[in-house]
């Protein structure tokens, strides 16, 4: 098979996660008999630098003509501390998803069993938990009409059926290949976008038999996360509840650090770790790639290269259980391993499997 991926590095650690990234595809890329390309593009505050755009027109149509983008990491304090910025590089991300029109983001949450002492919740709770989080990523607050002044200020939450049935879609399909159970997460008591949702989510169950539908308020969802992650099989909601959301599951793991991301819609898919740009562990070699990695691992399953992505997740484990780890998930009196080092063994431990 042939590749064709766009590297989006981005702000602070993303250059450093993104090369331990491009190493683990070129390798498994080898291994294989794939033929790979790649065509670097800038985004980010590095875009705003630069071309005084996060998400310059060059860098769409890099994007675009790819067959995916592995991307890292966009945000920098010095548009974070600046309330009157006018741009800022987060608007590159949106962006790209509303160009590329990734309307689905697909977040894994699943726990490592030798990190289970990481994870803020006990150990009982969180080992084997295993579901996905389904956000709808193009509408909602954070594209309908806005509005601020010094006294008032609005957000308009807008979806139309269209939206609403095509990210449904995607939740109860995704349902149907794990364990046949969705969780339409909404506020259907309160806000008549939800109840949208829920009149929809209702009307399509029937199309999917075989999938047990249960429907959940967002701060109900928001407890039951912690109290019984075990309880989750897929879960599909809005934008502002699944961005809420996949970061409150991102920490049941016990590290950002370790999950990766897709975002699937009408062009180029596009994957990515969960985490920020962390600019203040910029050029330290202390980031942890793995969740860089395991974002080429869904690369490869999104192409039915599952013998692919599964070696990816040996090694992964691998590196867990050999202790070959960064800083923040070290155990007690481990060697001392970078980032650069961690995708070092990573690669070969992928060219001796």
Not at 55 to 61: A, G, I, S
């Amino acid at each position: 098979m042939e590749l064709k991926v766009a590297v989006l590095a981005g702000d602070g650690i993303g250059p450093e996660i993104s090369a331990v990234g491009v190493d683990v595809m070129t390798a498994v890329c080898e291994k294989f008999g794939h033929k790979v390309s790649y065509e670097y593009a800038l985004c980010g505050a590095h875009a705003i630098d630069e071309v005084g755009d996060p998400f310059p027109e060059e860098t769409y149509q890099v994007c675009k003509n790819a067959d995916a983008v592995l991307f890292s990491a966009v945000g920098d304090p010095k548009f974070d501390n600046d309330p009157t910025a006018k741009v800022r590089p987060e608007q590159g991300l949106l962006a790209m998803r509303k160009k590329l029109g990734l309307f689905a983001n697909i977040r894994p949450v699943q726990t490592f069993k030798c990190l289970l002492h990481k994870s803020p919740l006990r150990a009982e709770l969180v080992e084997g938990a295993d579901f996905l989080c389904i956000r709808e990523l193009t509408g909602g607050m954070y594209f309908g009409e806005k509005y601020q002044d010094n006294d008032k200020a609005w957000d308009t939450n807008y979806y139309t059926r269209p939206e609403v049935e095509r990210i449904l879609r995607v939740g109860f399909e995704y349902a149907m290949k794990r364990c046949k159970h969705l969780t339409v997460v909404d506020k259907a008591n309160v806000l008549a976008s939800s109840r949208l949702w829920r009149q929809i989510a209702q009307e399509m169950a029937p199309q999917y038999p075989e999938v047990t539908t249960d429907y959940m308020f967002v701060d109900n969802a928001a407890m039951k996360m912690i109290q019984e992650p075990h309880f989750f099989d897929v879960m599909v909601t809005e934008n502002t509840f699944g961005d809420i959301l996949t970061d409150e599951g991102s920490v049941i793991s016990g590290s950002m650090g370790l999950l990766p991301s897709a975002s699937t819609g009408e062009s180029t898919p596009v994957f990515e770790p969960i985490h920020g740009s962390w600019p203040q562990a910029k050029g330290l070699n202390i980031a942890n790639p793995l969740a860089q990695v395991l974002s080429v691992a869904m690369l490869f399953e999104y192409f039915n290269l599952k013998e692919e992505g599964a070696l990816i997740r040996r090694a992964v484990d691998a590196s867990l259980d050999a202790n070959v780890r960064t800083p923040e998930i070290q155990v007690e009196g481990g060697a001392k391993y970078g980032t650069k080092e961690v995708g070092a063994w990573l690669v070969d431990y992928l060219k001796k499997a």
